[in-house]
């Protein structure tokens, strides 16, 4: 029956798991742990709608990458069986180039950068309060590490008004005009990716009314002021003359 003969390949693959685990750790020096696994754990203040979205942008954040696997096997255990410098062969070469994959060994800087690459991210999408940290749970046998991200994002700032400014007087009457268009609504988060739709939206009307020249870098940093209303923000946009 089909059942008796999956056994045969069940136990190899488990043979071939075993085997992979101990073999990797062996390689290992006594202060070194693979990283296999990452985690975000939110903890938010109020009901986030776009949370599994969020976890999944900060996820891209991460500067250390788990290893993949190949059938089962961590493909870093291909890369340390081929290290040896009798490992000449064809079969030896295919494995280095198409398997295998160098450890990620647990990295505490890029675990560090990692976690302040959210916080920025995070207040670059309004989240001025946000907070992250990270933790280790680690398993010395084998040597093995998983680390958790802590995210307190807070409360993300809602746009309140829009200032519009510029130092050339024509440049600025046409702000004024095109207000009413404007992406960065009343009661939107404030996102900078709207901020960059924005600015794609003065520039292109701008280039179709007599500034053929104009493009998106004449755009100072957006200057925000959130002392007036809690976690309400008054948007300061100027344009280069």
Request: contains cysteine.
């Amino acid at each position: 029956m089909l059942t008796f003969r999956l056994f045969p390949i069940l136990g190899c693959v488990l043979l071939a798991m075993l085997m992979s685990s101990c073999g990797v750790r062996k390689y290992l020096e006594v202060d070194e742990y693979l990283l296999t696994k990452n985690n975000i754990k939110l903890r938010t203040v109020e009901k986030l709608d776009n949370k599994r979205r969020l976890k999944y942008e900060l996820s891209t954040l991460y500067e250390q990458e788990v290893n993949e696997n190949f059938f089962f096997i961590p493909r870093e255990w291909f890369y340390f069986k081929t290290q040896d410098a009798r490992d000449t062969t064809r079969f030896d070469d295919w494995q280095r180039r198409i398997i295998a994959e160098e450890p990620a060994i647990f990295d505490e800087d890029k675990a560090g950068s990692t976690a302040d690459a959210m916080e920025r991210y995070l207040r670059y999408k309004g989240y001025y309060d946000a907070e992250v940290f990270y933790d280790e749970t680690v398993s010395p046998k084998p040597q093995k590490v998983q680390v958790t991200y802590f995210v307190n994002p807070g409360h993300q700032y809602l746009i309140d008004t829009v200032y519009f400014s510029s130092p050339d007087s024509n440049i600025s009457q046409i702000l004024q005009q095109i207000a009413p268009d404007t992406k960065l609504e009343r009661g939107k988060g404030l996102d900078g990716q709207l901020y960059e739709l924005e600015k794609k939206r003065i520039s292109t009307y701008l280039r179709n009314h007599g500034y053929a020249e104009f493009f998106p870098n004449s755009f100072p940093p957006l200057e925000v002021d959130t002392t007036e209303r809690p976690y309400r923000a008054n948007v300061y946009l100027e344009v280069a003359a």
